[in-house]
């Protein structure tokens, strides 16, 4: 078997582990297997000028090239022009003078608008998935953007604007009446350009198509879906919007008229936006062939968040880049869809290092042109819906408005786990409402009435079903779990715990919902029977990791990745707690395996492996009483690398350091018992999968390094893992009290 690193995806061997988890699509169309849209160019050119250069050089340049004046564009020193001859030969003789900084051919942009589904009546799934059935599917519970919870705290701030660049908005709809932006500067049908931005009676946006203050008009919808998707008002009409009392200012630039659509009017739409006071801009649109002005113009606008969609055409935006979403930008972010099972749609772009993260975008209900309803999906839907949350978490943060590049990362640190999506995007995750908007942190109890129960829980707040990999292990000791949780914690998968010869009934019923592709038994047949094993291969195909003793079945768990890895993490074999704080740590610090030690001599099967490795470094977890130096030199040695120690003055302090150093910053913090090992193991992959670090605690106290650290991360979430008699109500109440 070869493990994926994270870094480095390792060559496929027998098992093939991808470093993609399964994306099953309802259509069967496997995932990439789409080609880009054809590209629609104008046949004009847009110019930019180098600074300083005059009206005269420019039209020097014009007359030279054969070029015709069509526009300005709302960029500094660039223009619209139309070449008298072909556009090739027009870029070729611009490019020869000193004067252009660049040229590019001006592209029309289309909606990223995918299949739609049936008109129904139903639930709004991506705010609240009760399992209903949208469309003819039966939905995951909680697989959805926790939005009525988020409701809670915020609706939205009255005063933020929220842009809708698309095809306009119909503000007779009665879910859309009372959101339209207005301008307060212009005095309506005077026919007067009142406050002298170039606009005449933009009393609640702009058609840069028509060049008027119409922002809708016929039978276009899908500006008016997508403005819903966002703020649909909750007057007991029709459907409630994310952020339900924000304004919506409508920027009209998307038709089928073939004039319209075009990068120029996409830039003039952008900046007009930014002026008038949008934070958050929906583009809800996009096209194959790249723009450097169009980039330029939301580079320009950093305190503005430009909420993209991925593109509907089922391929890969690493490899074939759609624009906006494409554009490496700080203040974008971009969107696939899932669907109401959790799983990425099938006709929904993707990108492990251009698209951002999911939100829902299929068999989405929102308002549509004459007063009625309707369901629609692409991820058009998803980046509506992920303007929502932008305006929600804005509107209780009002810090992050304005600061566009803060508010993305926000977003994505606050998102929830949604490991179906690992390796398709860049963070594995689904928009959250609720903990996007929390002032102070949700703190919430993961447990069940034992320890395998309390292990089913905390899979359950984290892992949605078909999971691909699952990690099975005693909860009669720890050292087999430490290596199977830490390779669990990169790999985006749970732990669960068994006896020796029996499955617990908590744990069988979440290996039930889980319908993992495939079980890895962690230890020898004594540790867990083969009789457990057989048991589990009803489930599906399960394979043992396991050696002659603790330290080798930590190899046998590491035997899978390659040479070269970044990482080798090093605990003691004796005891449990510096290598629970390790687990959701080494994915962050780059990946790699977990191997096991004693306190004074390093076991052969350890030594062997760190010579086979060859990391670039080793981190030793827990001080020289837990692991001497000789030791460390030993590893050291073997190794042929450098090694960290994270260390502190305790099991508590160790824990913190770990988490100081893996976690500069982090919205989910996991805290267990630390000094009882069960509740912990499960507890480490779901802080893989959250991007937080495990903290510990005694039975009476949450203990001073575990306190500071929780004050310097000031995490949204806070996991505890364990029941009253583990984790005792008083600690809750300790740590709540560090946010008044």
């Known amino acids: 078997m070869a493990w994926p690193s994270i870094a480095h995806p390792a060559a496929a061997a027998d098992p093939d582990w991808s470093e993609r988890a399964p994306s099953p699509t309802r259509s069967g169309d496997v995932k990439g297997t789409g080609g880009p849209a054809e590209s629609q160019p104008t046949g004009r050119l847009i110019v930019r000028y180098a600074e300083g250069t005059s009206e005269a050089g420019r039209e020097r340049v014009r007359e030279s090239a054969g070029l015709e004046l069509v526009a300005d564009v709302a960029l500094s020193d660039t223009e619209l022009v139309e070449p008298s001859g072909a556009v090739a030969q027009a870029i070729t003789r611009l490019d020869a003078q000193a004067a252009i900084e660049f040229v590019e051919p001006e592209y029309r942009r289309a909606q990223a608008t995918g299949p739609t589904g049936e008109p129904l009546f139903g639930e709004e799934w991506g705010l609240h998935n009760t399992g209903q059935t949208i469309g003819g599917f039966t939905g995951v519970p909680d697989v959805d953007m926790n939005v009525p ?401 603790r330290y080798a079945t930590a190899v046998a768990v590491s035997s899978g990745w390659p040479a070269g890895v970044p990482n080798v993490f090093i605990a003691t074999g004796a005891n449990f707690p510096d290598a629970l704080a390790g687990v959701p740590a080494s994915g962050a610090l780059g990946g790699g395996p977990l191997l096991l030690t004693a306190q004074t001599s390093l076991p052969p099967e350890t030594a062997a492996e760190l010579m086979r490795l060859d990391p670039a470094r080793v981190v030793i977890l827990g001080s020289s009483g837990v692991i001497s130096d000789a030791v460390a030199s030993q590893i050291s040695a073997a190794a042929g690398a450098p090694v960290l120690r994270l260390a502190g003055a305790n099991r508590f302090a160790t824990a913190a350091t770990v988490s100081a150093y893996a976690f500069p910053a982090a919205e989910t913090a996991f805290v267990a018992n630390g000094l009882d090992f069960p509740d912990a193991l499960a507890g480490g992959p779901s802080g893989g999968a959250f991007g937080g670090p495990l903290l510990l605690s005694t039975a009476t106290s949450a203990q001073p390094p575990t306190m500071q650290e929780l004050q310097r991360l000031q995490p949204a979430r806070i996991f505890i893992l364990g029941g009253p008699s583990v984790v005792p109500d008083a600690v809750i109440n300790q740590i709540d009290a560090l946010f008044p």
């Open 149 to 549: 919870e988020a409701w809670a705290i915020t609706t939205g701030s009255p005063g933020l604007i929220v842009a809708v660049l698309d095809d306009g908005v119909d503000f007779s709809h009665p879910d859309l009446a009372g959101r339209s932006w207005v301008n307060a500067d212009e005095i309506a049908g005077n026919l007067v350009d009142d406050d002298l931005n170039g606009y005449v009676d933009d009393t609640n946006g702009w058609d840069f198509c028509n060049n008027d203050n119409t922002v809708h008009e016929g039978t276009a919808s899908h500006g008016t879906h997508v403005a819903g998707s966002i703020a649909a008002s909750g007057n007991g009409v029709g459907i409630a919007g994310v952020a339900p009392t924000v304004q919506i200012m409508a920027v009209k630039f998307i038709s089928d008229d073939p004039l319209c659509s075009t990068d120029q009017q996409a830039i003039n739409a952008i900046a007009y936006a930014a002026a008038n006071g949008a934070k958050i801009i929906n583009a809800s649109w996009g096209g194959y062939d790249v723009s450097a002005s169009l980039r330029t113009a939301i580079e320009s606008v950093p305190d503005v968040l430009v909420v993209t969609a991925a593109g509907n055409n089922n391929i890969d935006n690493d490899l074939t880049p759609l624009y906006p979403a494409s554009y490496d930008l700080s203040n974008i972010l971009s969107v696939a869809s899932v669907h109401n099972e959790g799983y990425l749609s099938g006709f929904t772009n993707f990108g492990f290092e251009s698209v951002d993260l999911s939100a829902p975008g299929e068999d989405i209900l929102s308002s549509v042109v004459g007063g009625g309803w309707a369901y629609s999906s692409g991820t058009s839907m998803s980046a509506a819906l992920a303007s929502g949350v932008a305006a929600l978490a804005a509107s209780a943060r009002p810090a992050l408005l304005g600061d566009a590049a803060a508010l993305r990362l926000h977003l994505i640190a606050t998102a929830k786990a949604l490991p179906s999506t690992l390796g398709w995007v860049a963070s594995p995750r689904l928009l959250d409402a609720r903990a996007a908007v929390v002032s102070r942190p949700d703190i919430r109890r993961l447990s069940g009435a034992n320890r395998y129960a309390t292990a089913a829980a905390i899979s359950a707040a984290t892992f949605t079903p078909h999971v691909q990999y699952l990690f099975i292990a005693t909860g009669l000791n720890f050292p087999d779990a430490l290596a199977g949780g830490a390779l669990a914690a990169q790999l985006g998968s749970p732990l669960l715990l068994v006896q020796t010869n029996s499955i617990p009934p908590a744990t069988l019923a979440e290996v039930q919902r889980l319908q993992p592709e495939e079980i890895y038994v962690l230890g020898s047949s004594g540790v867990v029977s083969e009789s457990v094993a057989v048991q589990l291969s009803t489930h599906a195909p399960t394979y043992r990791l396991a050696g002659a003793n």
